[in-house]
């Protein structure tokens, strides 16, 4: 996958927490260091996220998404 971000940061997952409409998946960077993505819960299905999987922060602007 190519993008034209520049910040990706490698992570595995360590939560995922769907809502009505929003999941709010949380990231380990590193031991102690993490980071939170608010994605659709279709987004989360159709890349079949799941705790412990490895996958990458793509920060561009205010915005965080993730790649698998």
Do not use: C, Q, Y
């Not at 360590?14 to 993490?34: D, F, Q, R, Y």
């Not at 994605?39 to 999987?53: H, K, P, S």
């Amino acid at each position: 996958m190519k993008l034209s971000a520049r910040n990706v940061l490698p992570g595995r997952i360590i939560s995922v927490e769907k809502g009505a409409t929003t999941a709010h998946v949380k990231l380990e960077l590193a031991p102690g260091l993490t980071v939170f993505s608010a994605i659709t819960n279709e987004a989360v299905e159709e890349l079949a996220l799941a705790v412990g999987d490895s996958v990458s922060a793509v920060i561009k602007s205010s915005d965080v998404m993730i790649g698998k």
